[in-house]
């Protein structure tokens, strides 16, 4: 587990980061996982369903790592892919077709094939996001000869107090389909021989602090599930989304088991006992994740007295705060920040913690940076680590076109 030893250096597993890099060799920046803490927090939240039935589909967009996507399978995870890529892989790391749900405002056709095509009988649910890929889907399933099992993901009108870039439930948002071009939706999918409605689905945003907006979301989609089954029936599901905050240094006081519990007991209210799916990304790796970079110099400006830390994690490693103003907590800190930091001696390193998600999937090549090594850490030891992407590599995609 993430913590940190006598003299407040993180530790994961009991071993100090610092061992953990030596040995790893690979030197900075690097992200370093707790892979044990990854399982534990997914066992809480298959628990926290009780004898409810369910699929904890995680965002595989929030850290699509081998040893990590190995861990929430094998604890009973499925996953919510939002590209033909993502779908590949998840497939290939074992996960079987109906524990996929596939989100995404802008399928392409050969990633709607993909997904009709896997398995014998396509995957869990293609979440459709509008009427327009609705009618799409059907004539692809059409052409490869397969039934397309279709979710529409619902914009239940909800706005939450988030980033407006991370805010996806209102109803100026290009996410779901709006309440009132339901019917449309309804009627493109009943008119369409190869598809079938098994389920309804929204999802309203990411870094929810309190479950309300996320409680008050569901019970739009419930309402909406239960005129739907009047009037048709055959709901095999119903996907209430993912968005679940974390404590990031600001406090976040509700855990995702609480997400679950309240949505039970929505769905209880509401009369209602389809099988539950939600789509947490974040929540189960986000806290379990450090990025650690090494100090190159300070800067201070005696002219304006400000003081910078220098360090060779940027932007490319890390753009959360860049993009999204986010805060991360730095434990000795483009700019990530104003923290406070030993400045007498320098310290070595700098570790920025709750970067277990949308980290690494974010990183890119910007300023000619390579991609950082991942180091997955089981009981204090490294189980596997990845190299630095090459710099020869990168030179060669740059020039040889
Ligand atoms: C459709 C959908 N589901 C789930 C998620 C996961 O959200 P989070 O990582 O905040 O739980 C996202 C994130 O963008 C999403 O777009």
Known sequence: MLGRDARGTATIGGSSVETILASAGCGTPAYLYDIDGIRVAAQALEQSFGSAPHLIAYAAKANSAGPILESLFSEGCGADVVSGSELGLVLEAGLSPDKIVFSGVAKRDDEIDRALGAGPSGICAIQAESVEEIVRVAARARTVGRVGRISIRINPGIQIDTHAHVATGHDEAKFGVARGDLGEAYAAVDAARELRLVGLSSH??????????????????????????????????????????????????????????????????????????????????????????????????????????????????????????????????????????????????????????????????????????????????????????????????????
């Open 204 to 401: 309203i945003g990411s870094t929810q602090t309190t479950t309300e907006p996320y409680i008050a979301a569901a019970r739009v989609l419930f309402d909406i599930v239960k005129a739907r089954e009047a009037a048709r029936g055959g709901l095999d599901f119903v996907d209430a989304g993912g968005g679940f905050g974390i404590d990031y240094g600001q406090g976040c006081k509700v855990a995702p088991g609480d997400f679950v519990r309240a949505l039970l007991a929505a769905q209880r209210a509401a009369g209602l006992s389809h099988r539950l799916i939600i789509e947490p990304g974040r929540s189960l790796v986000g806290p379990f994740g450090v990025l650690v970079a090494g100090v190159i110099q300070s800067k201070v400006s005696r002219a304006t007295d400000r003081r910078w830390l220098m360090i060779d994690a940027g932007m490319n490693d890390l753009i959360r705060p860049a993009l999204y103003q986010a805060r991360h907590l730095c434990e000795s800190s483009d700019d990530f920040g104003i923290h406070e930091l030993p400045t007498d001696p320098l310290p070595e390193h700098v570790v920025i913690r709750d970067t277990g998600a949308y980290g690494f999937t974010m990183a890119s090549h910007y300023n000619g940076r390579c991609l950082p090594p991942e180091i997955f850490v089981s009981r204090g030891r490294i189980a596997s680590l990845s190299q630095r992407g090459s710099e020869i590599a990168w030179i060669e995609s740059r020039l040889r076109m």
